[in-house]
């Protein structure tokens, strides 16, 4: 059978090898891969192959991804670059936002940022995924990594996917190798309230008075009204009136932590932003704080910092939001109460306001959903006691 005859696109040719010196045959493919998006002009791609089966191959490929549009020319790109690139560009997002995906993709930076983006494969994802979750790999600051949960693992998945649809959508590279990544199974975990009479067990333990007083008891206070975590945080005194006839505080300014630091910006979403009614009891321990702010500033004297901050430290700056987990842990001990996270506390205002037969939309706003399905979905949960009474009616 007589041996066919090469197409006009592909040449024969003869090139010095780099590693002997001695002349090599190779296959050049040099053909139209369509018009250059950036340019406007027609492209023309030029590749060389060992054999002629590889040259046949990649001439159809890039003929078909040509006239589909979807040709994605060589670049040299890293990964890192193309990080750089996409952060600079979402100039849309909340600075909390915006460092907590620079932490995401920091990670896959670490793992693969001097690899460029075009050889970047699933495996390269998968093994990052594996080493995240196993732990034992080393930190940009010199340490061991500890195994991480599903959690902040899926998130860097997700973020890493994001960046690499969006290289897609600019021709960057030809397919999104992170899109079919397998999430790290999450365990389910039921949310936790106090019931009714834990809660005042509580709050009668803030009110106690003398060297027993819990210095944070406004802050522990500002969470069973359901606030969340990020919003005690980022809590400043301008916007608490405690001095009106109808006391009021306004949430406008959210404290997250991302990639071991706090940072500031606007609250969690639109409805985030509200302005509520400070009921008694939340009124004396804001006043309660205040008072006591000002013996802090006064001893400190000038080494007193802003003292902005509703929920701030002895020298008046405020807490970093993982430091007031850890102090409400340390409170529940001290007390004598059973544990359940500092933003559960959220979730037993919401609970106990839906108990009560609080209408549903007027716990979203309290809270700060805009949609009060979800309000009901996360957290109007009947507790035990509840449910009780609720069998014992039938009955009755």
């Known amino acids: 059978m007589a041996r066919q005859q090469l197409p006009p696109q592909i040449k024969k040719i003869e090139v010095k090898s780099r590693s002997t ?6 296959y050049q493919v040099t ?6 998006p950036e340019t406007g002009k027609r492209r023309q791609v030029r590749r060389r192959f060992r054999t002629e089966r590889e040259a046949r191959e990649a001439l159809s490929s890039i003929s078909v991804e040509a006239h589909a549009g979807t040709f994605v020319p060589r670049k040299a790109l890293t990964v890192s670059e193309v990080i750089d690139a996409y952060l600079a560009s979402r100039h849309t997002l909340r600075p909390s936002s915006l460092s907590k995906l620079t932490y995401d993709l920091d990670v896959l930076r670490q793992f693969h940022g001097d690899k460029t983006i075009q050889s970047l494969t699933k495996t390269d994802i998968d093994s990052m995924v594996t080493a995240l979750t196993e732990g034992g790999t080393p930190t940009p600051k010199g340490r061991v990594r500890r195994p991480w949960g599903s959690k902040a693992t899926n998130k860097v998945i997700a973020s890493s996917a994001r960046l690499l649809e969006d290289a897609k959508r600019q021709g960057l590279v030809a397919r999104n190798v992170a899109e079919h990544v397998s999430r790290v199974a999450t365990a389910h975990r039921d949310m936790s309230s106090f019931t009714v009479g834990e809660v005042q067990t509580l709050l009668s333990a803030l009110s106690t008075t003398g060297d027993d007083c819990d210095r944070l008891a406004h802050a522990w206070h500002l969470a069973l009204s359901g606030l969340r975590r990020g919003e005690i945080a980022g809590l400043r005194w301008e916007d608490v009136d405690l001095d009106s006839k109808q006391p009021t505080l306004t949430i406008r300014n959210n404290r997250v932590s991302a990639g071991g630091r706090s940072v500031e910006g606007d609250p969690k979403s639109f409805t985030s932003r509200r302005t509520l009614p400070v009921p008694d009891r939340l009124h004396a321990a804001l006043v309660a704080a205040r008072e006591r702010q000002c013996v802090e500033r006064q001893t400190v004297g000038s080494a007193y910092r802003s003292g902005a901050y509703v929920v701030s430290n002895e020298i008046g700056d405020a807490y970093s939001p993982a430091v007031l987990s850890r102090y409400w842990r340390e ?5 004598g109460m059973r544990h359940i996270r500092l933003h559960d506390a959220r979730h037993t205002c919401a609970t106990l306001m839906h108990l009560q037969g609080v209408p549903v939309s007027v ?3 309290w809270i700060g959903h805009a949609d009060a399905s979800l309000t009901l979905r996360l957290y109007a949960h009947s507790q035990d006691d509840a449910l009780r009474d609720a069998a014992n009616s039938m009955f009755a």
């Open 21 to 26: 010196g001695k002349p090599e045959v190779r």
């Open 31 to 36: 053909t139209d891969a369509g018009v250059d």
């Open 331 to 335: 409170m529940l001990v001290r007390v």
């Open 363 to 365: 716990i979203a706003a």
